[in-house]
């Protein structure tokens, strides 16, 4: 058998044409879900990008793996220590491995182990490809070692691919050659005069004022980056750079695809395409970012091409991405786990068969410290470190309504408030009691000075909240945060 993963990073799935984005991006993905099954409700557990992939390589939340943020102690998984075997049975059992133990010959083109010393990410593989620039390269430094790759393995009957493209990702680096795709495409109709007036006073970063996440430099080598948009010409750049990032992603892997089918491999070939975490485009007032546990930066595509599986079909059940785990190993037979958190859902992918949840905790440290619950058409956030966004402790929204999170509406339904809040508290008591550790790492975040990316910026960033009218959040921010 062979498989092929396309992971691209920060990729939302409501920017590609098959989950029904008006613009014209992904052409050659939407050939893919045509072929296979479209997963409409599927998420990653933790964001932003380490934390995601650790759950989805150990299949573990990260409360029980530990790697919750992008620095300090929780920027590392927890060590088994005493029982561990002569090898570590997270890294034999992790993700990697099932293809391995499927007796699959595994190999990856991707820098995010380098990027963010996650060397654990690496387990499983016969061989690992680094182009070496720390995920800021762009595809077309990638594509040719893939394109290379395949080549050299076209007689080789049984392989795992992992391809990682980084495109959609800040800063926006797709070439200029490209030009601008959708200069002649309107803007998302939901930012209107009174919203993007409303985003030009957000206190927090990555907003419009602060595209480089607390002030508006703009590096000279992403010319497609903004320091910062003030005005619908700059809200056009934000929104098309983004978009531009995914075509050109789209655009490389039509030459991935194009090639599996000049060799006679594609119908034999299964496909897995999806993404680390999704993007806020505006959502909570937060733009180019990766930063909340919300539905634009935990929700994420899942498309999947699997010989003898659905075509042309769709699933709404609610999952993980660490349930594709247990649902690979299912699907290619191999032992479940017992250490595993997932839950498998391969009988959706072989059958009409409902597999999803009833409810999903989303959790994010590395930005922000916040957890969240997504069931039924709400989404219920829960603060303990808001990023200096000055969000409320407690948010609710109705997605199915407000799918752009722009009226939280905790007030008007307290009960939906308590039911989040009593997912939550179960979830999280099951978790800790599955933990190898009685610390919740994501108190270790906030004793460490809180989430890596707010670390050191408090007192500059008040400043610049002065100089550019925005006294009042520079205020609020220092009642809330007196010892910086």
Request: net charge negative.
């Amino acid at each position: 058998m062979r498989i092929l993963m396309i992971d691209i990073d920060t990729l939302r799935p409501d920017h590609m044409g098959c989950y029904g984005y008006s613009r014209n991006t992904t052409p050659n993905l939407d050939r893919v879900c045509a072929e296979g099954i479209r997963f409409d409700r599927y998420y990653c557990s933790d964001a932003p990008c380490l934390p995601s992939r650790a759950a989805l390589v150990s299949g573990m939340f990260g409360i029980r793996n530990g790697a919750v943020g992008h620095g300090d102690t929780a920027g590392d998984r927890r060590l088994t220590g005493k029982g561990r075997g002569f090898r570590d049975a997270v890294d034999d059992n992790n993700f990697h491995n099932i293809f391995r133990r499927a007796g699959l010959y595994t190999a990856s083109v991707s820098t995010f182990a380098e990027r963010h010393s996650s060397w654990w990410f690496n387990a499983g593989f016969n061989e690992c490809y680094n182009v070496g620039q720390h995920g800021l390269e762009s595809g077309e430094a990638v594509l040719p070692v893939a394109l290379d790759w395949l080549t050299r393995n076209r007689d080789r009957d049984n392989w795992f691919l992992h391809l990682h493209l980084w495109d959609p990702h800040t800063p926006y680096r797709a070439p200029l050659e490209l030009g601008e795709p959708f200069a002649q495409d309107p803007l998302p109709a939901w930012i209107d005069e009174e919203t993007f007036a409303l985003h030009k006073r957000h206190v927090g970063p990555h907003g419009l004022n602060e595209m480089n996440m607390f002030d508006d430099y703009v590096n000279p080598k992403y010319p497609r980056m903004m320091g910062s948009a003030l005005d619908w010409a700059g809200l056009r750049k934000i929104i098309d750079g983004y978009d531009t990032g995914i075509y050109y992603a789209d655009r490389l892997l039509g030459q991935v695809f194009d090639l599996l089918r000049e060799q006679g491999l594609w119908e034999e070939t299964a496909v897995i395409v999806t993404s680390d975490h999704g993007e806020n485009m505006g959502e909570l007032g937060i733009y180019g970012e990766h930063g909340t546990a919300d539905e634009a930066t935990c929700h994420i595509p899942f498309l999947l091409k699997w010989p003898g599986g659905r075509k042309g079909a769709v699933d709404t059940g609610l999952h993980y991405s660490l349930d594709f785990l247990p649902t690979a190993a299912q699907l290619l037979g191999v032992d479940p786990c017992d250490n595993w958190d997932g839950q498998s859902f391969a009988a959706a992918v072989t059958g009409e068969v409902e597999a999803g949840r009833d409810s999903l905790v989303l959790s994010q440290m590395a930005h922000v410290c916040q957890r969240s619950v997504r069931f039924g058409d709400w989404l219920y956030m829960r603060t303990y470190h808001d990023g200096f966004h000055l969000f409320d402790r407690e948010m609710l929204f109705d997605l199915e309504n407000d799918p752009h999170e722009q009226h939280d509406v905790k007030d008007r339904f307290p009960e939906v408030c308590r039911q989040g809040a009593q997912i939550l508290l179960d979830w999280h008591d099951r978790a800790m009691l599955r933990s190898s550790s009685p610390i919740d790492p994501m108190w270790t975040v906030l004793a460490e000075g809180g989430p890596y990316h707010t670390q050191g910026c408090l007192e500059d960033y008040l400043k610049r909240l002065e100089a550019t009218g925005r006294a009042e959040g520079a205020r609020k921010l220092r009642e809330r945060y007196p010892n910086g």
